[in-house]
């Protein structure tokens, strides 16, 4: 059976995916509407697009961490077993990222959804 | 895998061996010593006594302040009093003491003999003790900054700020250099250094949050550099960063400031809590609950805390919609924070505690840190902060974080881990006596603040007037503090005076599980052998361990070829990899920090020629301590470290330690190169016209110097691969060739402005234009320097086809500089041309 | 009710974030109160948790009942707290400063900072422009708009009785916008470092019943009539080139590097609140600014006698 998910990565690295996804997203919000608000018209002047463009990025920003939760969701292998992972074997150590990459993934969740939160209640640049 | 001892090995001689190829050098050479036990401890030592002169510069602040229109103190005198006691505290004390801690403390930890680099280790610390003699020495002399801790201009660049604005900016550059070499060695010892076995998911978790600390060190002190060199560049040649009337703008300097400010404020908080991350388990006698939701907290807390620097400038006037993102993160960052405290809470629920000392001071911390986050998510909210911003509600907060977040918890640290500094214990006695003297005399210093600032008073004031209610709580801050500083003056009495004639007692009082607790105060090898770790807590669940490693039953024993050497394992498995061979006791560290140090003095003073001198000798002193100290042919292939496993001596690319300091110093680098990026967009955003009428650099120059520098890459690179096939007149062809272009390179990268009249001191395009031009231009010539460094490796015989790190290290190096060239060109070249 | 009494006068005062007399500092004195009514809860529940599980309990929870309590305690609570509370203020921002529709302030005051006093112009839209310093008035009521900028260094304006801080920044020109509600008497006072006498720059702040505003801001539209007055006051003034500086109306002295003097007498202090406002402060402050405030950037007039001092400082008490 062909897998929907591409092939487990063996990396240190994947643990920040999320993390990093909320770092663009969080710069990609503050850049866009410092330089709207900055440099008026360069980006056009309709304040609700800007908004429109803020929920965009949210939403795919909150894409790419779901996706990122799923791989690490399997790497945990679908939450079997139980934490602390703590045995001195691979296949611990391979849980034991799952299971913290997985964490990071709802914190990371949770923090693009507060970024995007501004973008509900202001209405325009207010400077 | 068990330990079994080998028949034929004589272990005395081994011992015997290993003592003397690892003994500290005696007498006045002592200071010469690199290794971690006494680089941790004179490091440790030195921030503690910064920590002393700044908390009496805090006990005068609270005697002038006792009374209004107090005459204590002179206004300018104040002004130097308060902006050295924030200085000190944060720059002398709350980040080198992590520093110390980390330094004595992860060896032990890790089960490795000593951290990678133990002479950059020494270079860090002689750096530090002499940047903090320098800023601390100024107030004698009057000459102390006096414009705050965070120096912002035009205030800071004025002639009112005088000689102490460079003595900050100086001083404290070279000791953020320190921490920069600290950060890269935490970071390789961290990945690379661990005992076999010692998988992530095993790491102490000391370990986990240093790693990501040394992370956040990389990514936060650099737009501080880079924000100082914009400053002196300023002060010194009147370049106008923060001039408005040449197109400068004096929020530049916040926006860099607090994009190194705010993480340095986790910076300063997460080593503290990793300390009571080992501490609770101790004391509540399990392994610790929710191993992995400390690391979501560890590296959760590293990201969030770089969105959070507009905090710091909420009343600056940004548009509302900027000042909410921040506010949004900076109330996010309070979940990860949450997630700490509860799984500590966690932890002791599911264990039987024993109150100790040590747990008194951790868990008083807690108590004043949570007040501390909770105000801190009041100042958050961007309504609340324009209120309590830059007043007393501040002051009062940050301490509550500062010291519950760091003080308590270091002193816990203290109380904790003194054992392993000779085998001798501190008083519990003097310990409970004096937290509850801190305790109670924080808290009535420092929570009647909250309402002095509520009622009005701004922070940086030298007086206030007697009729508008603040008299009395002010009084009341000031007796807290003579509490609070009495508390302090008990442990320092424990310290130093208590422990003499005390017996030794047992190294591990407390039961502990991690492997610290099996070193040997005595003995400076760090461990006598390091064992293969199957558990989070190897002695509690690994029986005999202790007695195992001490009697040199595990790898490396044995120090037959009279060098010291450590074990370099994997990334996430811990499998050995290499022995690495360390460097041992050497003056080059202290004549390196001495000339280095010499530079900034000189630049401070305007001696130009004195400046210029010792930078050469820096130059000098660094190149023989390359040339002798690293990159060494091992006289054999391998060697066997016992049972079975044999190891190379030698490794590089991608397996040598080296090409990972290079590969972290290099993005601590790009990050400062980045920040100096931002400055030029952040001019471009202010003003309609950026560029103030100023014709740019063209396009000719900065094309040519990007093909040269490209040039000089692709050369790099070939000389690698030909060295690699044996091709040695062809490498050194190319190497020599590559240096040659490299240096024009450097002069297309000038001429660029040069030849187009770019005036820097007429407006800020032409300086910030200048600037990124410059920095490519200096680091192309490094690039340079480099190449003709692997050259002469390669002519001396001691670079060899087989034996080629140096090349693979440069060969990174110039990667980095080839997306230093990309940006700095395009950016001068193509964007005003884009416009 | 009564019981609270202490408590509500420990938070007063004219210069009192939480006795408040303006929309914004009521909204945020509100905010407060009810984050204080979250968090002290809040506090006391993790410290009384450490404490029962360090102290007081007697068997240990499983590990997995434990890992619950991290979730509960340390994600789920403050998750909600949290996103309540932004939220609720990010609401509040728009409704505290709304500057894009403060356009139509009928009243717009400009201010500058120096170190360590502030220039201030007055300005209404049929054209009335009244220079002044080192005092702010406003009408009840009624919304203000401030528009802040500096000359040396960064400071900032803040009456924390009617609202919150805005920076005055070199090269910048920020905004502020306030609405009094309470009649009375405040202070404000420079909240950004600025310099060796930062603690010494602050100012009363008279919040008016609308008609007496306008009476009051009328007749500073017009020269006072003390500069007529007799004595060689003027004539010292004159003398010792104080006019360099500073500005008089009606006079031929229109410099403001100084603080305008044109109604002096009638402000409430001298020196940027430093002083209360008298013929001997005046006189003691034209001796040596220095004396009162190190670093001022006005020169000593040690070379005038004390009888002179009194002259100029009468003749400038009488510029009501």
Redesign the interface.
Known sequence: MRHPLPPEIESLWTLFTAPVVWALHFLACYVTAAIFCAKPGLLGNDFFALRTLIAGITLLSLAMIVVAALLAWRQWGFGTGDPPHDDPTRRDRLLFQGYATLLLSGLSFVAVIFTALPAVFLTECLR | MSAQPEPTRDKATEEAQLRAVWAKPTGWRYWTSVNNAQVGLWYGATAFAFMLFAGLLGLLIRAQLAVPQNDLL???TY?QVYTLHGTVMMFLFAVPIFEAVAIFLLPPMLGARELPFPRLGAFGFWSFLIGGIFVCGSIFFGVAPN??WFM?P??AT?E?AGIGADIWLLGLSFIEVASLAAAVELIVGI?KCRAP?M????MPLFAWYLLIVAGMILFAFPPLIAGDLLFELQRMFDWPFFD??RG????LWQHLFWIFGHPEVYIIFLPAIALLAMIVPTFAR??I?????I??AA??T???S??LWVHHMF???????????????S??V???T????????????????I?STP?LFA?GG??IF??GG??G??VA???????????YFVVAHLHYVLIGGMLFPVFAGLYYYYPLIGGKHMSDRVGRFAFWLMFAGFNITFFPMH?TG???????????PAD??WDWLNLISTMGAVVLGIGMFAVVMDVTLHRRGKPRGEVNPWNAGTLEWISEPEENWGVRSIPR????YPLWDQEALARQVNAGDWYLPDAKEGRRETLVTS???AEPEQVLRVGGTSYVTIISALTLGTVFVALTFKWWIVSLISGLAFMAAVLWWLWNGTGDIPEKDGKDIGHGISLPLYASGVKSVGWWAMFITMTGDGTAFASLVFGYFFFW??HADFTGGIAGPGMFWPMMALALFALSWAATLAAREANRRGKLAVAWILLGSGALTSIAGCAAALAGPLTTGMDPTAHVYAAIVWTLVIWAALHGAMGGIMQLYCLARSLAGRLTARHDMELHNVALYWHFMLVTALVTFAVVGLFPEAL | MAALTPVFSACSGVQSALDPAGEESGQVARLFWLMIAGGLPIWAFVVALSLYASRWKLEPLREDTAARVIFWGGVVLPVTVLAALLAYALWLMPSLRPFAGSDDATLRIEITGRQFWWHVVYKRPNGVRVVSANEIRLPVGERVEFALTSDDMIHSFWIPALGGKMDLIPGRQNRLSLRATKVGTYRGQCAEFCGTSHALMAFPAIVMEGAAFETWLNARSRPSSGVHAPGTGRALFERNRCGSCHRIAGTQWQSTAGPDLSHVGSRLTIGAGQLASGSEALASFVADAGAVKAGAHMPANSHLSAAELTEIATWLKGLQ
């Not at chain 2, 998988?199 to 095993?202: D, G, K, P, W, Y």
């Not at chain 2, 400068?248 to 929020?251: E, I, R």
């Not at chain 2, 009343?315 to 993160?329: E, R, Y």
């Open positions: 002179s206004a300018e002004n414009s705050g912002y035009p205030l004025s009112q990945m076995g998988r992530v998911n095993l408005p009337a400068g703008d004096p929020l399990r392994p609950v929710g191993y992995s939701w690391v979501l590296v959760g590293g990201f969030l770089f969105g009343a600056t006037g940004l548009p509302q919609i900027s000042l909410a993102f921040f506010s949004a993160a109330e996010a309070a979940i990860p949450a997630v700490q405290i509860f799984v500590f809470i966690a932890t002791m629920l599911a264990g039987r505690v109150f747990m868990m807690i108590a949570v007040m909770l105000t998510v009041m909210l961007v309504p609340f902060d324009w209120q309590a911003h830059d007043t309402l509520l009622r009005g008073m701004p922070r940086r004031v030298y007086t206030y508008i209610g770790i199957e558990s989070r990334v996430l498995d955003t202010v």
